[in-house]
């Protein structure tokens, strides 16, 4: 019965969906706004099905005009064409994510779901055009012959291998097989994404009266307080499994049976066996996955995912993470030494939902700082500005806040970025704090790039900043933890890669292959904790009292305090990720077995679980996008820390001389070179491990 009235509801939303003419539609036209941004308080659920027809009959047309051109194939009538193809398609799909991503519900899901397999069918389509194929590849075979430039060459380069890769070469048999197959993962990975959104939000734990929160600091018992008001139990405190609610009551709530309750809760999202259980889903991707590689021509899928990285094997990526693991490990053995001697004297054999709770323990006598001592200094605001502040030191820029651009929530902010001589650069919306529709975690995302459009028009850059950040209290502000604080500098590190990538090919520009990608992001973390950068934006939310040198003292002090622990989750992981996408032959998969195996065989400490378990990794499940790729993470932390050490050995942390040529070579320009000798350019050699090793402690 649920299942039919699902059914109907689908039918009904679609069929509103198509009576919507363009003349009503705002998404079928560019959009009259300032800046061009998305006229959200115009844009309805139910004119994204019919945009999204036109879209994709407008990219279909396109891509006929060059099939058909009778004109022998060259860079401007093929390469170029394509590559300023389905602008409209992208505005809508750009609208429709952000939507989706932050503010979510069963009418946009449902419109999701019937899009989905839509949307892979025309994307399989125009890879597997063998006219296409065949133009881009006689331009490909006389690329050296037709005067052209640099640019050029690489962006022709790039699309003759994303062809080959997408299954171009194929023969008819086989490339049904692949559509086939696209098909299935992309409906899979919506059904994960979905489950998951499903179960963190269904995920609550009452908590009758305040006697069993001992131990938690007045903002989580006001947040939790509020939290279940809101949810119709006044009187009662709710927690969720979200990282705001979650981590204070791992951190310190004095009731064992709390942080266990909440963090099994935690753990165990999606493998419960019910309706969003994810274990058959990720068997599923799996053996399709190794299926599609095969077919592809390549050994397994974590084979055909890494090729395109630096790393350029699994191989490489399997001798690399191995390297630090034993480093990591033992370091998290002599944290969990650390811890047991205090959990001795309360009885308790330390358990995976005790880390945290002894980890505080152990901060506070260790290096007598209290993460809520200093919390009052991190106010949102304060934070956001003084990442505003760094990117001024460094590159010259400045943001003024918008009141005139519509956003889709009241609580979202937008900024444009300004250069110093005032030029406009784009647009960043910062959408801070958790809601029902939102999905967990944080990101950066753009709804649409800097270049030029298929007029030649120049386009500038719309990005958007999304976190789950602790919401302000009734009498506070929103207060981040250090961990939160980096969190926002890391996801403005990439808004700043992407307002800052421009070029004339829409493929190239901005492009880094995927274990570089993190390197904008990290690199901007490591300023957080500099002393003289704490002075500038953390003050006290109260008396605006600038961070005391005490307090900066006992923070950088404990700059690697649970960093084995931190960096074993991480690999842990890594590991799991790079074991599922390394499998040679089809099989049914026990998931929790397959798990368990692969973090028996490396060590893992019963303490410890990855940071991400199988049934709601996000990274890995939800898209191709970190599948095989969640070392990343790590590999880029090697460029970033080599890359910050640069400023550190000038003298100068904001040395603008550097700050440009990272900005020209690494933000700018990457996708016109190899990664590598982009990263020569700014930095002089190759990246050294040392600083990396050296920030970890390993070599002190």
């Given amino acids: 019965m649920k299942k039919l009235f699902l059914l109907t509801m689908t039918i009904l939303i679609i069929t509103s969906c198509k009576t919507k003419t363009q003349d009503e539609n705002p998404l079928m036209k ?86 989905t397999p839509i949307r892979s069918k025309h994307s399989d389509e125009i890879a597997l055009n063998d006219v296409l194929f065949k133009r881009i590849k006689h331009v490909y075979d006389n690329r050296f012959e037709q005067n052209l430039d640099k640019s050029q060459i690489r962006v022709t380069e790039k699309y003759y291998q994303d062809f080959e890769r997408r299954g171009a070469n194929l023969n008819t048999e086989e490339k049904q097989q692949l559509k086939e197959i696209n098909s299935q993962l992309s409906s899979l990975y919506l059904q994960f994404n979905k489950n998951l959104l499903t179960e963190n939000n269904k995920t609550k734990i009452f908590v009758p009266n305040e006697r069993i929160l001992v131990g938690l600091p007045d903002y989580a018992v006001e947040a939790a307080a509020i939290a279940a008001k809101n949810d119709g139990h006044e009187g009662e405190f709710m927690f969720t499994t979200k990282n705001p ?48 590689a095969n077919l592809l021509g390549y050994e ?75 919390k009052p200094y991190f106010s949102v605001k304060n934070v956001r500005d003084g990442m505003f502040y760094l990117s001024n030191k460094l590159y010259g820029i400045t943001f003024r806040k918008l009141d005139n651009v519509q956003t889709y929530l009241p609580d979202v902010e937008v900024f444009e970025a300004l250069e110093a001589n005032g030029n ?113 934006y953390a003050r006290h939310y109260q008396t605006n009292e600038i961070i005391p040198d005490e307090l900066i003292a006992k923070l950088n002090n404990s700059g690697n305090f649970n960093a084995g622990f931190a960096i074993t989750e991480r690999l842990a992981a890594t590991i799991l990720d790079l074991d599922y996408q390394s499998i040679r032959k089809e099989q049914a998969i026990d998931i929790l077995k397959f798990e368990r195996e ?28 970190y599948s095989a790729g969640y070392y990343v993470y790590t590999w880029a932390e090697i460029l970033d820390k080599d890359a910050y050490n640069a400023y550190v050995e000038s003298g100068d942390l904001y ?20 990664p590598l000798t982009q990263y020569i350019r700014f930095r002089g050699a190759p990246p050294s491990n040392e600083p990396f090793m050296k920030s970890k402690g390993y070599f002190n």
């Avoid at 009259?32 to 047309?61: G, V």
């Avoid at 030494?337 to 009885?347: S, V």
């Avoid at 973090?599 to 996000?618: C, D, K, N, V």
Wanted: charged share 25%; proline share 5%; hydrophobic share 35%.
């Fill in 30 to 115: 560019p959009f009259d706004t300032p800046f061009q941004t998305p006229p959200y308080d115009l844009i309805k659920a139910e004119y994204f099905i019919p945009a999204f027809e036109a879209a994709i009959e407008a990219h279909n047309m396109e891509i006929e005009k060059i099939v058909n051109s009778k004109e022998t194939p060259n860079f401007e009538n093929t390469i170029l064409a394509y590559d300023k193809s389905g602008e409209f398609l992208s505005r809508v799909m750009s609208t429709f994510s952000h939507i989706n991503g932050n503010n979510t519900n069963d009418e946009l899901q449902k419109i999701d779901e019937y899009m």
């Fill in 245 to 292: 609610s979650m981590l204070p009551v791992l951190q310190y709530a004095e009731n064992r049976d709390l942080r266990k309750k909440i963090y099994k809760a935690y753990y165990m999202r999606c493998n419960n066996n019910d309706e969003n259980d994810n274990k058959e889903i990720i068997d599923k991707i799996t053996n399709l996955r190794l299926r599609k």
């Fill in 300 to 374: 397994t899928f974590a084979h055909y995912q890494i090729a395109v990285n630096m790393a350029e094997n699994p191989e490489t990526v399997y001798e690399f993470i191995m390297d630090i693991w034993s480093h990591c490990l033992g370091k998290a053995k002599e944290e969990l030494t650390e811890m047991q001697l205090l959990a001795n004297n309360d009885n308790v054999k330390i358990e995976a939902w005790d880390w945290w709770y002894y980890a505080e323990k152990v901060r506070k006598a260790k290096y007598d700082l209290d993460q809520n001592e200093i």
């Fill in 424 to 536: 406009h650069i784009g647009i960043l919306y910062l959408d801070y704090f958790p809601r029902t529709g939102k999905r967990q975690g944080a990101w950066c995302s753009i709804m649409r790039s800097g270049g030029f459009d298929s007029k030649g028009n120049r386009t500038y850059p719309l990005v958007t900043i999304s976190c789950n950040f602790t919401p302000p209290g009734e009498d506070t502000p929103a207060l981040l933890t250090f961990d939160e604080t980096e969190t926002l500098f890391h996801e403005f590190g990439h808004a700043l890669h992407r307002l800052f990538q421009f070029g004339k090919y829409s493929r190239t520009t901005g492009s880094m292959p995927r274990d570089m990608v993190e390197l904008p992001s990290q690199i901007m973390e490591n300023w957080c904790s500099e002393p003289e950068m704490l002075k500038v």
């Fill in 598 to 625: 692969s973090m028996t065989r490396i060590g893992l400490l019963h303490e410890i679980l990855p940071r991400y378990r199988s049934t709601y990794f996000r990274h890995i499940f939800a898209s191709d996008g």
């Fill in 655 to 674: 040395n603008q001389d550097l700050a440009s040529k990272f900005r020209k070579y690494i933000l700018t320009e990457i996708g016109e070179d190899e």
